[in-house]
Every structure is written in structure tokens, then in C-alpha cells.
């Protein structure tokens, strides 16, 4: 089993809708998990980070998390052609490294 | 913004070379990291230090790789000798924190290696 998984896409939404991007772990006591842009040839980017059951949002983005179905979301709204990137989730597991995913492709169309 | 700095952008090495690149990390943070992407998969953990000392360190981080801090600000991944299957962009990273849960890692550009 995979620790995180990630449907690897690619994800078609039309400039200004919403895209969702999901993501499950497998480890139970992973507390901590991050969702990064990765543009093609360059480096993650933090986009945001979610620690407790439920929301958080920043700007257009909203993060979910439900640790009992061990599954975290990525909700873009008003998607804009410059969102188009992979999606990495990324989870703290034991010790301190991150385990990545292995991406989502989001394309937004205009 | 602070940035975690890598040298070189792109390396091209012959199969059994061996290969150093650097980092220099966040000033104020205190764990490093390195990772590596092999083009079209995913970002897999390399190892990690911290204190001067590797702090964990994955399976594909065997005999042929080490990890050094040779001064207060540079950090250095070596491979000993260079195999096709190294060919791959390396980040690394850097966190303040490590141990809690707010661990958010910042990544540098990346390396780019290839092996010939």
C-alpha cells in the first residue's frame, strides 16, 4: 500500500470553476499535511498546510482533512490558467520527513 | 524572502564520477534535508540531518551517498560513484522545526544531475 496516493490526472477544469484535488495516507498517526505546487522543472512550493479535522482556508484556496477516513482535500476556486501545475500532498509520517504523493496535474483551461 | 540556495543548477557527470552539490539552507533553520525527483515520478525522501548528524534516512540513501555540513552555512549531498539511475533533479531543504508537527519544509531550486 502506498503511503499517499493521489489520482495522477491530469484534472481538465474551465477557467473559473472550482477543481477539488484529493489525496489519502496510509499511516494513522500522521499529523500533519501540506499541499505543494510543483510548476514543470521547478521545485515544490508550499501552498498550504493542515494540522486539525476540518477547513482552512487561505485566499482561494481551502484545505480539508478528515483523519478518521484519512483523507485530505485541495479545493482551488475561481481556477485561473496560471493554477495549472502538479498538486503534490505531501504527509508528516513518523520521524520528521515528508512523504510526497506522487501528484495530481491540474489543467485550467481558458 | 529567505531561500534555500543550490549549486550547480546542472550537473552532467560520467558513470562512476563522483558528484557534490551544495546547499547552502535558511539561515535560522535547523533541519536539512535532501530529495530527489526522477523526471515524471515522484519527490522521494533522500535524508535527513540535523545536530551534524543524519537524523533518518531512507533506502535509496545506501553506501554511495553522504551528507556533511562543512561550515555554519553550506550543506552537501556526495555521491561516491555515479550510476545511470542517479540522473535525477535533487532538491534540498530546510526546516526551523524538525520535530512538531508545523514542520513545513522550504525547498531550494533543485540540481539537476545527468549521468552519462
Known amino acids: 500500500q502506498k503511503e499517499v496516493e493521489q489520482n495522477s490526472g491530469p484534472l481538465s477544469v474551465p477557467e473559473g470553476a472550482i477543481a477539488s484535488l484529493n489525496c489519502t495516507y496510509s499511516?494513522?498517526?500522521?499529523?500533519?499535511f501540506f499541499w505543494y505546487r510543483q510548476y514543470s522543472g521547478k521545485s515544490p512550493e508550499l501552498i498550504m498546510s493542515?494540522?486539525?479535522?476540518g477547513d482552512k482556508e487561505d485566499g482561494r484556496f481551502t484545505a480539508q482533512l478528515n483523519k478518521a477516513s484519512q483523507y485530505v482535500s485541495l479545493l482551488i476556486r475561481d481556477s485561473q490558467p496560471s493554477d495549472s501545475a502538479t498538486y503534490l500532498c505531501?504527509?508528516?509520517?513518523?520521524?520528521?520527513?515528508?512523504?510526497f504523493g506522487a501528484g495530481t496535474i491540474l489543467r485550467v483551461k481558458s | 524572502e529567505p531561500e534555500v540556495t543550490q549549486t550547480p543548477s546542472h550537473q552532467v557527470t560520467q558513470m562512476g564520477q563522483e558528484v557534490i552539490l551544495r546547499c547552502v539552507p535558511i539561515?535560522?533553520?535547523?533541519?536539512f534535508y535532501w530529495y530527489r525527483q526522477i523526471l515524471g515520478q515522484k519527490v522521494e525522501f533522500l535524508v535527513s540531518f540535523y545536530n551534524n548528524e543524519i537524523s533518518e534516512k531512507s533506502e535509496i540513501f545506501d553506501d554511495q551517498f553522504s551528507v556533511e555540513r562543512p561550515d555554519g552555512s553550506n550543506f552537501t549531498l556526495k555521491i561516491r560513484s555515479t550510476k545511470l539511475e542517479d540522473s535525477a533533479m535533487y532538491f534540498c531543504?530546510?526546516?526551523?522545526?524538525?520535530?512538531?508537527?508545523?514542520?513545513?519544509?522550504?525547498f531550494g531550486a533543485g540540481s539537476r544531475l545527468t549521468v552519462l
Open positions: 505531501a504527509v508528516k509520517g513518523r520521524g520528521n520527513k515528508l512523504v
Open positions: 499511516d494513522r498517526v500522521s499529523q500533519s
Open positions: 531543504a530546510s526546516s526551523w522545526d524538525g520535530r512538531s508537527g508545523a514542520n513545513v519544509l522550504t
Open positions: 539561515s535560522n533553520h535547523l533541519y
Open positions: 493542515i494540522y486539525s479535522n
